[in-house]
């Protein structure tokens, strides 16, 4: 009763021997105690909710440190080359913010730089190249290595972005059905992002929700206002739609559950479309790979050995050379 949850309240600041006083003194047996305990740590794992926000690396420190100035220079210099990349950094869900992901860029760039330089002077060195020759090598060389780090961070970004996007694809008709459901309970739009985060069966969706449910519940945003803050960087075209409809429908009084079941319907019709067509593409390759890489060869090599009967030569190279191009090179590439 009343007397168990006030020891509950109590235990979290009595030591051991004062608790297993105060039980023979109140005469409350421990099972009482872990009866009432276990549902309530029960509620409170299925209720949390994990927020989260942008946090600093040692490395992102490091490398402000040492380019901010360049950065921000750049970027005001030339705002469309950076544009591109803060769009796709926005829509890739990396928790870094832009500014210091290029300074990353950068600093990782010249790191590169540097370390290239030292390897390949004393590589070539060692090969016995002259100054000359050394000196322009490594200079090549190393801006390659510059230049290809700094695109590897550049396109990152859109990549990390492309995936997440087939991911979003791939568990947003599912997700729809699920929303349509608890927007068919008479629950509160705001408990379906809450019950698909908790779920955690759409992992594609995962980070697109859990951003609307740090909007309302830790910035304090209406439902409307973090709804079209995260249709303005989601990757995923359907997903941005979803959003603005279900902000358009909650806005102008409509139903909910009749917007969400026509969705669902549409999504799900779309998605046996798309698995149709994959598996026709799939089918397809599988003939193109039975005739190039099954029935080719047998033919090549049936070719070779009539011609290694007959005897003579083909482009100059004898049977045994081009069974051997054929056989390690030209099969294992293809």
């Known amino acids: 009763g009343n007397t168990t949850?006030?020891?509950?309240e109590m235990a979290a600041i009595l030591d051991k021997q004062t608790?297993?006083?105060?039980?023979?003194?109140?005469n409350i047996d421990i099972s009482d105690v872990r009866r009432y305990v276990s549902p309530r740590k029960e509620k409170e794992r299925l209720t949390e909710v994990k927020y989260t926000l942008y946090e600093t690396t040692r490395y992102g420190k490091l490398a402000n440190s040492f380019c901010e100035g360049l950065t921000t220079k750049l970027t005001r210099?030339?705002?469309?080359?950076?544009?591109s990349l803060n769009t796709n950094l926005k829509q890739s869900d990396l928790k870094i913010l832009s500014k210091t992901y290029v300074s990353m860029a950068f600093f990782s760039s010249f790191l590169a730089g540097i370390i290239a330089v030292s390897f390949f002077s004393v590589l070539f060195s060692l090969l016995g190249y002259g100054i000359f020759s050394t000196l322009l090598r490594t200079f090549v060389f190393s801006l390659v290595v510059l230049?290809?780090?700094f695109a590897s961070f550049y396109l990152y970004p859109a990549s990390v972005a492309n995936t997440r996007r087939r991911n979003i694809k791939e568990d947003l008709p599912f997700a729809i059905i699920h929303m349509s459901a608890v927007a068919g309970s008479g629950a509160q739009p705001i408990a379906m992002f809450?019950?698909?985060?908790?779920?955690?069966e759409y992992k594609g969706l995962e980070g697109e929700v859990r951003k609307i449910v740090n909007y309302v519940n830790l910035f304090g945003y209406d439902l409307g206002t973090a709804l079209k803050a995260v249709a303005n960087t989601t990757p995923s075209k359907p997903f941005r739609e979803l959003l603005l409809g279900i902000t358009s429908t909650v806005e102008g009084g409509g139903s909910l559950k009749d917007y969400l079941?026509?969705?669902?319907?549409?999504?799900?019709?779309?998605?046996?479309?798309?698995?149709?067509?994959?598996?026709?593409?799939?089918s397809t390759y599988s003939d193109m790979y039975t005739g190039i890489l099954i029935a080719a060869p047998l033919l090549f090599m049936t070719t070779l050995a009539i011609i290694n009967v007959l005897g003579g030569k083909i482009g100059g190279l004898d049977v045994a050379t081009l069974s051997s191009i054929g056989v390690y090179g030209v099969i294992p590439i293809m």
């Open 194 to 200: 809450d019950l698909i985060l908790a779920s955690s």
């Open 77 to 83: 210099k030339y705002p469309g080359f950076f544009e």
């Open 5 to 8: 949850v006030w020891f509950v």
């Open 147 to 149: 230049i290809g780090t």
């Open 19 to 26: 608790k297993k006083k105060l039980l023979e003194e109140l």
């Open 261 to 282: 079941d026509g969705k669902a319907d549409e999504a799900m019709t779309t998605y046996r479309l798309e698995r149709k067509k994959y598996v026709e593409v799939l």
